[in-house]
């Protein structure tokens, strides 16, 4: 195992154990449910917005480490930023979880920990879950969305 693969794991576990941003927001502006049916996963997550900066995220549920630990470094990174940010960093994450090329990410901070789910590719459905249920909340759909 490489150095950063078991920056991955521990990441992983750490975030999973601890999961940050893990409670229901009753003050929500917006919330939608993510499932993931391959797996089990089941969040949901929750966003308060001041203007367009997104300045409360939080999400529930349950679901494998990988979905849980993604859930909460999203929770944690986007705080603050704008929704047309999120939706750009939605995409560049996206992107570089499903690439090659391990430094896809490397703009993306502590979220390129996650390129590591790139080497178990039946789990990417898992460590994006979160985020699809952010852009439905987003997009104020009250759909629940699922990965399928
Ligand atoms: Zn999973």
């Known amino acids: 195992m490489n150095d ?3 920056l991955y794991q521990e990441v992983i576990i750490d975030h999973n154990k601890c999961p ?9 502006h917006c919330q939608a ?10 969040l949901t997550v929750y ?8 300045s409360e995220l939080s999400f529930v549920g349950k679901g494998c480490a990988i979905s849980v630990a993604s859930a909460s470094i999203m929770t944690d990174y ?31 901070g502590k979220l390129a920990i996650l390129q590591g789910v790139h ?21 104020h759909q009250s759909m629940p969305v699922s990965t399928e």
Not at 33 to 42: A, E, I, K, T, V
Not at 47 to 54: C, R, V
Not at 85 to 108: R, Y
Request: overall charge negative; hydrophobic content about 40%.
């Open 78 to 108: 986007l705080r603050g930023k704008t929704i047309q940010e999120a939706e750009n960093i939605f995409e560049e994450f996206h992107q570089g979880i499903i690439s090659d090329n391990p430094a896809s990410m490397a703009g993306l």
């Open 33 to 42: 449910d993510g499932y993931n049916p391959l797996c089990g996963d089941q």
């Open 119 to 139: 080497n178990y590719p039946s789990r990417i459905k898992c460590a994006t879950l979160a985020w699809h249920a952010l852009k439905a909340a987003l997009t």
């Open 4 to 6: 950063l693969q078991q």
């Open 47 to 54: 966003l308060h917005l001041k203007d367009d900066i997104i």
């Open 20 to 28: 940050r941003n893990f409670y229901v927001m009753e003050h929500a």
